[in-house]
C-alpha cells in the first residue's frame, strides 16, 4: 500500500456542487498538506495542518475547507466548485523540522485530478 | 510574481547530452529541495540541501545551493530517457516546514 494515498483519483463533478478529496497516510507523520498544481504554476499551497488540532491557511485558501479526522487523515473540501479549480490536488506528508539536520521532504500522494464543469 | 522561478521552463535534449535546470529567488531560504514528478504521480524527493555554497550529488544529478541560499541548480550529465520529467524546486524559508514551489522545469530526453 502507498504511503499516503488520495481518494479519489479522478473526479469531474458539476459547477456549484460540494465535493470532498480525502487523503490518509500511513507514515506516522503530523504534519500534512493540501496542495492544488497547474500548468506552469508549479504546487500552491491550500491549507496545512501540523497535529490533529492544528488547521492552517495557505496562500490560496479561498473557495476551500478542510478536516483533520485523526493523525492519519486529512480532507479537502470544496463547498461550491467552480471551473477555476479544474486542477491536480496534491496531499502531502511530513516529519517536523530538526534543526541542523535539515528539512526531511514531503511524501506526496499520487494526486486526485478534479474536473469542474 | 512566484516567489521561486524556475528556468527553462522545457528543455529538450538527445540522450547522453548535459543539462542545467535553474531556480532563483531573491529571498533566503533556510533550505531547498528538488523534486521530480512523473505523470499520473506525485512529486519525489530528490534532494535537500541547507548550507550556502552546497553540492550534493546523485549518481548523475549534481545540487548547488547559492552561497547566499536563494539560487539553486540542478546539473545532470549524460542524460538518459529516465531522466525524462517535471523538476520542482522548493523552499523553506523560515524552517517551518512550509514548502513553496517554484513553476518547474519539464525536461524531455529522446533518445
Known amino acids: 500500500d502507498a504511503d499516503v494515498t488520495q481518494t479519489p483519483r479522478n473526479r469531474i463533478t458539476k459547477t456549484g456542487k460540494r465535493i470532498m478529496l480525502e487523503c490518509s497516510q500511513t507514515?506516522?507523520?503530523?504534519?500534512m498538506y493540501w496542495y492544488r498544481q497547474d500548468p506552469g504554476l508549479g504546487l500552491r499551497l491550500i491549507y496545512y495542518s501540523f497535529d490533529v488540532k492544528d488547521i492552517n491557511k495557505g496562500e490560496i485558501s479561498d473557495g476551500y475547507s478542510v478536516s483533520r479526522q485523526a493523525q492519519a487523515k486529512f480532507s479537502l473540501s470544496l463547498e461550491s466548485a467552480i471551473p477555476n479549480q479544474t486542477a491536480l490536488y496534491f496531499c502531502a506528508t511530513s516529519d517536523p523540522f530538526v534543526p541542523g539536520q535539515g528539512f526531511y521532504g514531503y511524501t506526496f500522494g499520487s494526486g486526485t485530478r478534479l474536473t469542474v464543469v | 510574481t512566484q516567489l521561486l522561478e524556475q528556468s527553462p521552463q522545457f528543455l529538450s535534449i538527445q540522450e547522453g547530452e548535459n543539462l542545467t535546470v535553474y531556480c532563483n529567488s531573491s529571498?533566503?531560504?533556510?533550505?531547498l529541495q528538488w523534486y521530480r514528478q512523473e505523470p499520473g504521480e506525485g512529486p519525489v524527493l530528490l534532494v535537500t540541501?541547507?548550507?550556502?555554497?552546497e553540492v550534493k550529488k546523485l549518481k548523475r544529478l549534481t545540487f548547488q545551493f547559492g552561497d547566499a541560499r536563494k539560487d539553486s541548480s540542478l546539473h545532470i550529465t549524460a542524460a538518459q530517457t529516465g531522466d525524462t520529467g517535471l523538476y520542482l524546486c522548493a523552499g523553506d524559508k523560515a524552517a517551518g516546514n512550509k514548502l513553496t514551489f517554484g513553476g518547474g522545469t519539464r525536461v524531455l530526453v529522446k533518445p
Open positions: 529571498s533566503v531560504f533556510s533550505s
Open positions: 507514515k506516522g507523520h503530523d504534519r
Open positions: 540541501v541547507v548550507t550556502g555554497g
